[in-house]
Each structure stands twice: as structure tokens, then as C-alpha cells.
């Protein structure tokens, strides 16, 4: 099971391995799902959102979003596609940085 920090920071996959930015998982890692939206890290805050399963912060980060950037996104799916995120299953994680 990969941890939160690394989930959050995923920036791509090689094979079954998760690339993580390790500089921003050092930086940033343990921030909750609303500081992460208070430093407008949109991204980071809805994975931090999915990996909780949390149905009030994936709430919480489509509003934010939403007035951030005037649009009109109404599920997780919907950010799940705006952002490149899902919930996928890792093996191992490379850490850069």
C-alpha cells in the first residue's frame, strides 16, 4: 500500500511504479487537505481527498476549485479526469528529487 504523502504527489507511472516528486512530498507531505487548497495545491488536495475516501473534502475541494477557477465541476469523477488522478494500484515508488 502506497502512503498518503506519496499518493498525493504522484507525478506520473513507470510500468507498475508510482513517480513521486520528492521535494514537494518533503515539502508539503504532511499538510491536510484544506492547507493544501489554502497554498492552491488543487491537485495535491483532491488526491489527498480521494486517498482519505472522504466524501465532505472531495466536496470541499470541487467547491474550491470551482470558485478558484469559475468552472462548473459537480463530481470526483470530473476532477478525477481534470486532473490525471485515480486511485490505482502501486507496487513500488520511485521517488525523484
Known amino acids: ?25 518533503r515539502s508539503y507531505g504532511k499538510l491536510s487537505t484544506r492547507e493544501l487548497l ?27 476549485y470551482n470558485d478558484k477557477a469559475g468552472t462548473n465541476n459537480n463530481t470526483a469523477d470530473d476532477l478525477e479526469r481534470l486532473f490525471g488522478v485515480s486511485d490505482e494500484a502501486v507496487k513500488r515508488v520511485l521517488a525523484l528529487g
Open 1 to 25: 500500500m502506497i502512503s498518503r504523502e506519496d499518493f498525493i504527489f504522484i507525478i506520473g507511472f513507470d510500468g507498475e511504479s508510482a513517480v513521486v516528486d520528492a521535494n514537494a512530498r
Open 38 to 64: 489554502d497554498k492552491g495545491f488543487f491537485r495535491a488536495a483532491f488526491s489527498s481527498a480521494l486517498f482519505a475516501k472522504d466524501a465532505g473534502e472531495t466536496e470541499l475541494v470541487i467547491a474550491a
